[in-house]
C-alpha cells in the first residue's frame, strides 16, 4: 500500500531465516476488514500508516527454508502462520492469554508489515502444519475461522443452545460455521442485506431476520417463543446490533462482543440484570489454531462452503477494491499468489471456489 487506496507490487530483499524462524513461500493471502480500512482510511485508531506497506494477515504457504534450532519442519511443509507473535514472557502469556499481551507483533498492524508478499520469515513457534486434508487456500482463512471459534468457546456454544448472530459479514459466517461445528439447536442471523442472509442460509442458519424489513428484536423474540436467546454474538461492530442484543439475550444468557465497536454505545443494564445475562468481550484469539485444523481435517467445519472469490497477486488493489464495492455479498476474498518458478498449474485449480 503505497498510498490511500493505492497498491504497487516493490521488489523486496529475499529474507532468510534467524534462528527459530523458517520462511514461507506465500500461496494465499486473504482480506480482512482491518485491510479493507487501512486501504481506505490509513488508520485504525492509533495505528497508523505513515510509510509504503505491506497488508494481510491471513496467510498460508509453503516452507522454503528452515533456520538454527528449527526442529519439526522441513522445507515443503505447508503450513499457516499464526499472525500474532507474542513475547512469551509477560503474566498473560505465561498464564496462556497470550492474546493479550502487551507487546504482540500483529501482522499488517503498523508498525508490523504484513504477509501479502512473495516470502516471508516468520518465528516457527507461531507456525502450524497443514494436514493433506485442508488446502492452502482454506488455511489461508483459517485465521477468521479462529476468530469464529474463540467467540463460540467464550459464549459457551453446545449442543442444544440456540444462538443469534447479529451481523452476517464474514466474521458472523465463520461465527455461524464455529456454532454449527459446537453443536448449536438452532442458529438465527440478522443483517441488512438478502444477499448475506442468502450466504447464511447456505452456511446452515436455521432462521434468518432482514432487520431493513422487520424489526430483529420482535422477530427474535418469536423465533424463540418470548424466552431469547442463549447466547448473542454482535459481528457488526454497530450500536445498534449491541443494543438489540441486550434485548434478546435469554435468561442467564451471554452476549458476545465480537465487532469492532469503535463508538461509545449507550447500554441499559437492567434488562441484563434481572436476567442475569452477562457481556463478554473477545480479542482476536488464543490456542485456537490446531482446533481450527482439526475441525478442517475431520470435515467438521467445511470452508468450501464458503466460497471464497479468488484473485491473482497481481491483481491485489483490484482485489481490495473488488469486496469493498461488493461487501455485500462477498463472504471472504482471497489472494492468490503463484511462485515465479511454476510454469503452470496451481492447487486452486479444478476446485469450486471462484
Known amino acids: 500500500m503505497t498510498a490511500l487506496g493505492k497498491m504497487e507490487i516493490e521488489d523486496c530483499e529475499m529474507p532468510s531465516p534467524k534462528a527459530g524462524e523458517v520462511v514461507i513461500g506465500i500461496r494465499y493471502v486473504g482480506i480482512c476488514g482491518s485491510d479493507m480500512h487501512f486501504f481506505r482510511a490509513g488508520r485504525i485508531g492509533k495505528k497508523v500508516i505513515d510509510r509504503p506497506f505491506v497488508l494481510g494477515h491471513e496467510g498460508a504457504g509453503v516452507v522454503t527454508a528452515v533456520g538454527e534450532g528449527v526442529r519439526g519442519f522441513a522445507v515443503g511443509d505447508r503450513v499457516v502462520p499464526e499472525p500474532g507473535t507474542p513475547c512469551g514472557e509477560c503474566p498473560m502469556c505465561k498464564t496462556g ?8 507483533r500483529f501482522l499488517a498492524s503498523p508498525p508490523n508489515d504484513g504477509c501479502l508478499r512473495r516470502y516471508m520469515a516468520y518465528p516457527a513457534r507461531m507456525v502450524f502444519h497443514l494436514p493433506d486434508e485442508v488446502s492452502l487456500l482454506h488455511g489461508a482463512m483459517i485465521e477468521p475461522l479462529a476468530v469464529g471459534l474463540h467467540a463460540a468457546n467464550e459464549g459457551g456454544v453446545k449442543l442444544g443452545k440456540t444462538a443469534v448472530i447479529l451481523g452476517g459479514g464474514p466474521i458472523g459466517m465463520m461465527t455461524l460455521l464455529a456454532c ?3 453443536g448449536a439447536a438452532k442458529i438465527i442471523v440478522s443483517d441488512l442485506y438478502e444477499n448475506r442472509l442468502e450466504n447464511a442460509r447456505r452456511l446452515g442458519a436455521q432462521a434468518t431476520v432482514c432487520a431493513a424489513e422487520r424489526d430483529t428484536v420482535r422477530e427474535v ?6 424466552a431469547g436467546a442463549d447466547i448473542v454474538f454482535e459481528t457488526a461492530g454497530s450500536r445498534a446490533t449491541l443494543q438489540q442484543a441486550v434485548q434478546i439475550v435469554g435468561r442467564a444468557g451471554t452476549i458476545v462482543q465480537v465487532g469492532n465497536q469503535n463508538e461509545p454505545v449507550e447500554i441499559d443494564f437492567m434488562p441484563l440484570m434481572v436476567r442475569e445475562a452477562a457481556i463478554k468481550t473477545i480479542y482476536r484469539y488464543r490456542n485456537i489454531f490446531p482446533m481450527a485444523i482439526e475441525a478442517l481435517a475431520s470435515g467438521r ?3 468450501s ?4 472469490s479468488v484473485f491473482p497477486f497481481e491483481q491485489a488493489e483490484h482485489a481490495f477494491r473488488y469486496t469493498i464495492e461488493h461487501g ?3 463472504i471472504k476474498s482471497v489472494i492468490e499468489i503463484t511462485p515465479s518458478d511454476e510454469a503452470g498449474g496451481n492447487e486452486h485449480e479444478g476446485c469450486d471456489c471462484k
Do not use: F, H, W
Not at 97 to 104: E, G, I, Q, S
Not at 305 to 308: A, F, I, Q, S, T
Open 221 to 226: 423474540l418469536r423465533q424463540t417463543k418470548g
Open 328 to 330: 455485500q455479498s462477498i
Open 305 to 308: 462452503l464458503v466460497e471464497p
Open 97 to 104: 492469554r497470550y492474546n493479550l499481551c502487551p507487546d504482540m
Open 180 to 182: 454449527r461445528a459446537m
Open 301 to 303: 467445519i467445511d470452508l
